[in-house]
Nanobody
């Protein structure tokens, strides 16, 4: 079994910063892409940022961001720790949401890659 545990959420004033972390643990052979999504009340879950594995590098590969967070958020990862991060700067009230991480994990060599989700962490930005 694979678990993803997020941390780092909280309450911050507009213009402030937060750093989210998401650590994967359990039976893991390899992790492909890892990503962050968010869901605000009454809205659908949306992509925030994604980062590929980067092959043999420790720090991941290509990244992609939602237009609404480009220039403010930075996604990164530490492959040695099976952890993905989301640095959020210049936060706005509209960034308020539950933030979820996910990871595409292969648990055994040759098995099918599966998508796992964390339980979510609340981010609240006050105006």
């Amino acid at each position: 079994q694979v678990q993803l545990v997020e941390s780092g959420g909280g309450l911050v004033q507009a213009g402030g910063s937060l750093r989210l972390s998401c650590a994967a643990s359990g039976r893991i052979f390899s992790i492909n892409a890892m990503g962050w999504y968010r869901q605000a009340p009454g809205k659908q879950r949306e992509l925030v940022a994604i980062i590929t594995s980067g092959g043999n590098t420790n720090s991941g590969g290509n990244t992609n961001y939602a237009d609404s967070v480009k220039g403010r958020f930075t996604v990164s990862r530490d492959n040695a720790k099976n952890t993905v991060y989301l640095q959020m700067n210049s936060l706005k009230p509209e960034d308020t949401a539950v933030y979820y991480c996910n990871a595409r994990v292969t648990v055994v060599a040759g098995s099918i890659e599966r998508l796992y989700w964390g339980q979510g962490t609340q981010v609240t930005v006050s105006s």
